[in-house]
């Protein structure tokens, strides 16, 4: 497989992206765990936990028929502590309980310990606890407090209990580990800086992989434009690479053009031998078809000097053999004059009908027919009406007694297509061309020459001369473009 220059930069850029969408994973992960991270996702995480807590301490109010004025009884005690092991079960290192302002701590619990579920209060952290909820219930909305210390920052929350008695509020207390955040804030400058270099890395990257875009675009564009028979010298485009692509391809024309020029003088002398060769078969097929007519006129002529009784029958006989030269020297004419035509815009119904009347003179036991979806067209009448007349006769020629010659004439797009169909054997597939060529003909005393006239005819017009293939007959195809077109 084939790896282009431009493919390979661009994955390239596409690594360095990676990388760089790599780094910028772990500087977040670095950022979060600094201090002031570690500290806002510990308030959030404990904000989160006093709304739980408050939410099935309403559920569990709300089940009593009247709410109890106090909840120091021991049985209230237990289904408090029930409450926040369940509540604080999904928020990992979160400590926390129900306190009253007479009696105390009413439940305490630390479900995500180490070594189980905690429900001991830590009396290293008593006074701040009574002074924070005191506080919450005194001003009636929430309290925060942070401690901090090497290491670590240990924060507290507390809201007084709209569904409970007026002395009652939850606290909660966390701590937010921070001993590596002087390591990670090194850390982070460090990796910071390499992404840094990384983006400007990619920046590098991409700004070469469009200049060498536009060069290559730009090279592409100078030879597609660059005409392949004069071909001009290319222009460098600067970059090393490329300059020497340049010159390779600017070297390759200049042997390209000696080669056009020597293919051209080949070409003239395969042209020139090519038509003597043509010239000797025409004159070969010419001395053919024109010596056996002559030779049947010598015996008759000397039959009729021999014999003078036989004059006038001597001479009548040689008239089909006058005519057939007569009709020989008339096709080659009409090959001469191929492109001395004169068109002309040509009522199509009236010039065919024409046509159509020659035929029925040359095939007299066929049927022929005939339609035209078009009114008007403009071409050679003269002309094209030879080309339709040799198909017409070709068709008579090969069509059975009683069969159909059907003429057609509509729209192809933007082309006229005249269409002479007649019944009788097919074309072969292998004969389909060389019809077209002359002195090729499948009848006994054809010229071979009505084929490549019509042909020569139709492409003198621009157009083509097609044998279609058919069941149980053939089909001849002709193609005029509009003028106009």
């Known amino acids: 497989m084939k790896i282009s220059l431009r493919a390979s930069l661009a994955a390239l850029w596409v690594l360095?992206?990676?990388?760089?969408?790599?780094?910028?994973?772990?500087?977040?992960?670095?950022?979060?765990?600094?201090?002031?991270?570690?500290?806002?996702?510990?308030?959030?995480?404990?904000?989160?936990?006093?709304?739980?807590?408050?939410?099935?301490?309403?559920?569990?109010?709300?089940?009593?028929?009247?709410?109890?004025?106090?909840?120091?009884?021991?049985?209230?005690?237990?289904?408090?502590?029930?409450?926040?092991?369940?509540?604080?079960?999904?928020?990992p290192q979160v400590e926390g309980g129900f306190w009253d302002l007479e009696a105390g701590s009413l439940a305490y619990a630390f479900p995500t310990y180490g070594g189980g579920v905690k429900t001991d209060l830590p009396t290293a952290e008593l006074a701040r606890i009574t002074d924070i909820v005191r506080t919450a219930l005194v001003n009636g909305r929430p309290e925060r407090r942070r401690f901090d210390r090497p290491g670590e920052s240990t924060l507290f929350s507390a809201e007084a209990l709209a569904e409970g008695p007026p002395a009652l509020a939850v606290w909660l207390l966390s701590r937010a580990h921070v001993e590596g955040a002087a390591a990670s804030s090194r850390l982070l400058w460090g990796l910071s800086a390499a992404a840094l270099l990384t983006l400007l890395s990619g920046a590098g990257v991409l700004m070469l992989l469009r200049a060498w875009s536009r060069r290559v675009s730009s090279l592409e564009q100078a030879i597609a434009a660059t005409p392949p028979d004069a071909p001009p010298p290319l222009a460098e485009t600067g970059q090393g690479e490329l300059d020497r692509i340049v010159g390779a391809v600017n070297g390759l024309h200049v042997r390209l053009r000696d080669s056009q020029a020597e293919t051209r003088r080949l070409h003239a002398r395969l042209v020139q031998s090519e038509r003597l060769a043509v010239v000797g078969r025409m004159a070969a097929q010419l001395a053919h078809e024109i010596r056996n007519p002559l030779a049947a006129m010598r015996l008759r002529t000397e039959n009729a000097i021999a014999r003078p009784e036989?004059?006038?029958?001597?001479?009548?006989?040689?008239?089909?053999?006058?005519?057939?030269?007569?009709?020989?020297?008339?096709?080659?004419?009409?090959?001469?004059?191929?492109?001395?035509?004169?068109?002309?815009?040509?009522?199509?119904?009236?010039?065919?009908?024409s046509r159509f009347e020659f035929a029925r003179a040359a095939a007299p036991n066929a049927v022929v027919s005939g339609s035209t979806r078009v009114d008007a067209w403009t071409f050679d009448p003269d002309a094209l009406a030879r080309a339709?007349?040799?198909?017409?006769?070709?068709?008579?020629?090969h069509a059975p007694p009683g069969g159909r010659i059907t003429v057609s004439a509509e729209r192809a797009g933007t082309s006229l297509r005249l269409a002479v169909e007649n019944d009788g054997d097919p074309v072969p597939a292998e004969r389909r061309e060389t019809i077209f060529e002359p002195f090729v003909s499948a009848r006994p005393g054809g010229s071979g020459l009505g084929l490549p006239i019509a042909r020569g005819v139709v492409e003198s017009h621009g157009g083509t001369l097609e044998c279609i293939p058919r069941a149980g007959g053939a089909r001849f195809e002709i193609l005029l473009p509009c003028p106009a077109s």
């Open 16 to 91: 360095v992206a990676v990388v760089s969408a790599v780094l910028a994973a772990m500087l977040l992960g670095l950022f979060r765990l600094g201090v002031g991270a570690q500290v806002e996702e510990t308030e959030k995480k404990l904000d989160r936990a006093r709304r739980r807590v408050g939410e099935r301490f309403g559920v569990y109010a709300a089940s009593f028929p009247a709410p109890p004025e106090r909840f120091d009884a021991p049985e209230r005690r237990r289904e408090l502590q029930l409450l926040l092991e369940l509540a604080l079960a999904d928020f």
């Open 388 to 397: 339709l007349d040799n198909l017409l006769l070709n068709a008579a020629a």
């Open 310 to 353: 036989r004059h006038g029958a001597a001479l009548e006989a040689m008239l089909p053999d006058i005519g057939r030269l007569d009709d020989l020297l008339e096709r080659l004419l009409a090959m001469a004059r191929l492109n001395a035509h004169h068109p002309r815009e040509v009522a199509l119904g009236p010039w065919l009908e």
